[in-house]
């Protein structure tokens, strides 16, 4: 049986010519910036091979393999998870100004806001194609988990905005937050293969219950990285999140903590002006010490642990079981 490693690197090239030839239906400007956003090509249109971890599209391969059908079925799903995805990215690049991502310059650095904007548009737009063209008569209904999904990353997206300017967060909102960004769409990759395949509604709604706690222990993990993590590693700068005043996890745990260290924190991360070096520093600590970090550790670990009895009170092929547990161990125990 392969390894989850494995299981990410296949999927990632099960997808690979399908998604070319999906870009080829666009214009060339257009598809120049997806297949650069995409890390199939560097600026000049050189091959590379900088993609994601593919995580969303191996979860929908998984899927459609969990009830019973193949690739023809998984690779349309996959793709159109893939695809709405980096559609968010892209987009979401934009909106922070981030000019780094899997370690090269962002798409919007590189070639403009407008066209980082249509390639994510462009990206949106054949994710739905595809997915309505899939072998399947189950296609409307994928599509319609594709839709809800993607509205629920929006209202993600905009809770985490609407935060940036909040000097009151709630944990209870913070971690909604987190379900409706990250674990919207993880839930819909992992049980969109077993949509389109026709599966039993039990057998996709437990799919999807699994990914929904594989997204939330993934987010909570990302919020540790963006604190914690190595940049060589991450392929984000040195302290990201701080220095972005984001209102993360384990920082909102902190602020809310009614401790010293909270107290401090809230002081430095509400005064205007940039935080220095030292100042950053000292945030991480402060976050640390009020417990924002343990309890974000514990938090990703219970979510881990529904995510795996999920799996496990499902009817599934046992193989198919033991890659889906697999995958959310190494999401888990990840460095970027
Ligand atoms: C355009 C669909 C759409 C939504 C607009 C911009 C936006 C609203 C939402 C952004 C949501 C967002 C950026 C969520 C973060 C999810 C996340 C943890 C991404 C990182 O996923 P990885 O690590 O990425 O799987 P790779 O690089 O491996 O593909």
Same mark, same amino acid.
């Given at each position: 049986?392969?390894?989850?490693?494995?299981?990410?690197?296949?999927?990632?090239?099960?997808?690979?010519?399908?998604?070319?030839?999906?870009?080829?239906?666009?214009?060339?400007?257009?598809?120049?910036?997806?297949?650069?956003?995409?890390?199939?090509?560097?600026?000049? /249109?050189?091959?590379?091979?900088?993609? /994601?971890?593919?995580?969303?599209?191996?979860?929908?391969?998984?899927?459609?393999? %969990?009830?019973?059908?193949?690739?023809?079925?998984?690779?349309?799903?996959?793709?159109?998870?893939?695809?709405?995805?980096?559609?968010?990215?892209?987009? +979401? +690049?934009?909106?922070?100004?981030?000019?780094?991502?899997?370690?090269?310059?962002?798409?919007?650095?590189?070639?403009?806001?407008?066209?980082?904007?249509?390639?994510?548009?462009?990206?949106?737009?054949?994710?739905?194609?595809?997915? %309505?063209?899939?072998?399947?008569?189950?296609?409307?209904?994928?599509?319609?988990?594709?839709?809800?999904?993607?509205?629920?990353?929006?209202?993600?997206?905009?809770?985490?905005?609407?935060?940036?300017?909040?000097?009151?967060?709630?944990?209870?909102?913070?971690?909604?937050?987190?379900?409706?960004?990250?674990?919207?769409?993880? %839930?819909?990759?992992?049980?969109?293969?077993?949509?389109?395949?026709?599966?039993?509604?039990?057998?996709?709604?437990?799919?999807?219950?699994?990914?929904?706690?594989?997204?939330?222990?993934?987010?909570?993990?990302?919020?540790?990285?963006?604190?914690? /993590?190595?940049?060589?590693?991450?392929?984000? *700068?040195?302290?990201? +999140?701080?220095?972005?005043?984001?209102?993360?996890?384990?920082?909102?745990?902190?602020?809310?903590? +009614?401790?010293?260290?909270?107290?401090?924190?809230?002081?430095?991360?509400?005064? *205007?002006?940039?935080?220095?070096?030292?100042?950053?520093?000292?945030?991480?600590?402060?976050?640390?010490?009020?417990?924002?970090?343990?309890?974000?550790?514990?938090?990703?670990?219970?979510?881990?642990?529904?995510?795996?009895?999920?799996?496990?009170?499902?009817?599934?092929?046992? *193989?198919?079981?033991?890659?889906?547990?697999?995958? %959310?161990?190494?999401?888990?125990?990840?460095?970027?």
């Amino acid at each position: 049986m392969s390894t989850t490693i494995d299981s990410l690197a296949d999927s990632q090239r099960r997808i690979e010519v399908p998604l070319r030839s999906a870009l080829d239906r666009l214009d060339p400007h257009t598809r120049h910036c997806c297949g650069y956003h995409l890390g199939l090509w560097d600026p000049d /249109g050189v091959p590379t091979g900088s993609m /994601g971890k593919g995580i969303r599209p191996t979860l929908a391969l998984l899927s459609a393999r %969990a009830a019973g059908a193949g690739d023809e079925i998984g690779v349309p799903a996959a793709l159109a998870c893939e695809l709405i995805h980096n559609f968010s990215l892209l987009h +979401d +690049d934009v909106m922070d100004h981030d000019t780094e991502r899997r370690h090269r310059t962002t798409a919007w650095a590189q070639f403009g806001i407008p066209a980082a904007i249509l390639a994510g548009d462009a990206l949106c737009s054949l994710a739905s194609e595809l997915l %309505a063209e899939a072998p399947s008569s189950t296609a409307i209904w994928a599509l319609r988990c594709v839709g809800a999904s993607t509205r629920r990353l929006i209202a993600g997206q905009a809770a985490d905005l609407d935060f940036e300017t909040r000097e009151d967060v709630s944990l209870v909102e913070c971690l909604k937050m987190a379900d409706d960004k990250t674990g919207a769409l993880m %839930a819909c990759s992992a049980s969109l293969g077993a949509v389109l395949a026709d599966a039993p509604a039990e057998l996709a709604l437990g799919l999807a219950d699994f990914g929904t706690h594989l997204g939330m222990a993934f987010q909570l993990s990302d919020d540790i990285l963006g604190i914690w /993590g190595n940049p060589e590693r991450t392929g984000k *700068p040195v302290l990201s +999140d701080l220095r972005s005043r984001k209102k993360s996890v384990p920082v909102v745990y902190a602020l809310q903590s +009614d401790t010293d260290a909270g107290t401090r924190l809230k002081s430095l991360y509400f005064r *205007p002006g940039e935080l220095s070096e030292t100042e950053l520093s000292e945030a991480a600590e402060l976050v640390e010490t009020a417990g924002g970090r343990e309890w974000t550790e514990q938090r990703a670990d219970r979510e881990l642990q529904e995510a795996l009895a999920a799996i496990e009170a499902l009817t599934i092929p046992a *193989p198919i079981a033991h890659e889906f547990i697999a995958l %959310a161990y190494q999401l888990n125990h990840r460095d970027h």
